[in-house]
């Protein structure tokens, strides 16, 4: 079956930068687009940034737009989330998650994402 996790969080000061990782098995990595979601407590899950099976396309939330860099190495099965410039409303689990959507499409909500990993905390001391 499919699985995804994530690697990398973990403990760092405002300003600075963590790289997540999520390594995937079970499924077809490059005929899905990836996405990474996060929670904070008391919050709905949310979208961050998402690549594009072709990895031609990407989107980001506003929130993280020009701090977040998502890439994808189709030959490793995995997606990574650059995070620089972290804030402390940065805060929260990190989720990976799969879209089998259309090669240039990329979805926002998480309801069109079929697989998930367990997540992966962020926290970021002020």
């Known amino acids: 079956q499919a699985q995804l996790v994530e690697s990398g969080g973990g403990l760092v000061q405002s300003g600075g930068s963590l790289r997540l990782s999520c390594t995937t098995s079970g499924f077809a990595f490059s005929a899905y687009a990836m996405g990474w979601f996060r929670q904070a407590p008391g919050k709905e899950r949310e979208f961050v940034a998402a690549?594009?099976?072709?990895?031609?396309?990407?989107n980001y939330a506003g929130s993280v737009k020009g701090r977040f860099t998502i890439s994808r190495d189709n030959a490793k099965n995995t997606v990574y989330l650059q995070m620089n410039s972290l804030k402390p409303e940065d805060a929260a689990v990190y989720y990976c998650?799969?879209?089998?959507?259309?090669?240039?499409?990329?979805?926002?909500?998480?309801?069109?994402?079929?697989?998930w990993g367990q997540g992966t905390q962020v926290t970021v001391s002020s």
């Open positions: 690549v594009s099976r072709s990895r031609a396309t990407t």
């Open positions: 998650a799969a879209d089998r959507a259309p090669p240039m499409v990329i979805h926002t909500s998480l309801y069109d994402y079929r697989y």
